[in-house]
């Protein structure tokens, strides 16, 4: 199948450890970020959200954690699994009612 | 499956061709984006609409590129005179209004080559 992001960022994870992914935004008025998760040859793929009154929110083995001070999101995930293989991308929604992307991290998931 | 569907999944044209492409929205979900999205990039954002209206269209959207929602439920990307340089991913997101900010559904995208 077609590959989504030839030269990004690649983290490899043995299956079972924690990942953590990292994204940092430009915008520091944006009060709403959102992780996607996109497989190959498919849309985004929503995984969870943050509000900016939040620092932390959990959801079904994912954490997401923002960082106003330094305008920085990351995106925790448990016990990897092959699944979990994909491209991750953060996004902010400021002015304009849009999102707009980071540049994506692949997560690769071994054995 | 998120409930957003788009038609064709693959276009192939050459040159010059005009291409159009539908997005379908999730039942009641008033606000549908266009994004594009090249190999290695996230997606960039192009048009919406809330409802029918257009709100907003960014610069990467040239004059040969329409988007139309007529009755506000499905929407249609129109490419005129295609460019290599079209070739991309493009997607459609949707989402119901409730407040300043709320989650977008993607579809599977449209993935296009210009020859």
């Known amino acids: 199948g077609e590959s989504v992001g030839l030269h990004l960022p690649t983290l490899s994870v043995q299956e079972g450890d924690n990942s953590i992914i990292n994204c940092a935004y430009s915008?520091?008025?944006?009060?709403?970020f959102i992780w996607y998760k996109q497989e190959s040859g498919k849309g985004p793929q929503f995984i969870i959200d943050?509000?900016?009154?939040?620092d932390k929110r959990q959801g079904q083995r994912v954490t997401v954690l923002l960082n106003k001070t330094v305008k920085h999101l990351s995106l925790q995930i448990a016990a990897t699994q092959p699944g979990d293989s994909a491209v991750y991308f953060c996004?902010?929604?400021?002015?304009?009612?849009?999102?707009?992307f980071g540049g994506g991290t692949r997560v690769l998931v071994k054995p | 499956d998120t409930g957003v569907s788009q038609d064709p999944r693959h276009k192939i044209t050459k040159r010059g061709q005009n291409v159009t492409f539908r997005c379908d929205p999730i039942?009641?979900?008033?606000?549908l984006y266009w994004y594009r999205q090249t190999l290695g990039q996230g997606p960039e954002f192009l048009t919406y609409?809330?409802?029918?209206?257009?709100?907003?269209k960014s610069r990467l959207l040239s004059d040969r590129f329409s988007a139309e929602r007529p009755k506000g439920s499905f929407s249609t990307l129109e490419i005129q005179r295609t460019e290599q340089g079209d070739s991309a991913m493009y997607l459609c997101?949707?989402?119901?209004?409730?407040?300043?900010?709320?989650?977008?559904?993607f579809g599977p995208g449209t993935r296009l080559t210009v020859l």
């Open positions: 996004a902010e929604f400021g002015a304009g009612n849009k999102l707009t």
């Open positions: 915008n520091s008025a944006s009060d709403y």
């Open positions: 943050i509000r900016s009154n939040m």
């Open positions: 039942s009641e979900h008033n606000r």
């Open positions: 609409f809330q409802n029918e209206a257009q709100l907003e």
């Open positions: 997101a949707t989402t119901k209004t409730s407040g300043v900010t709320d989650t977008q559904y």
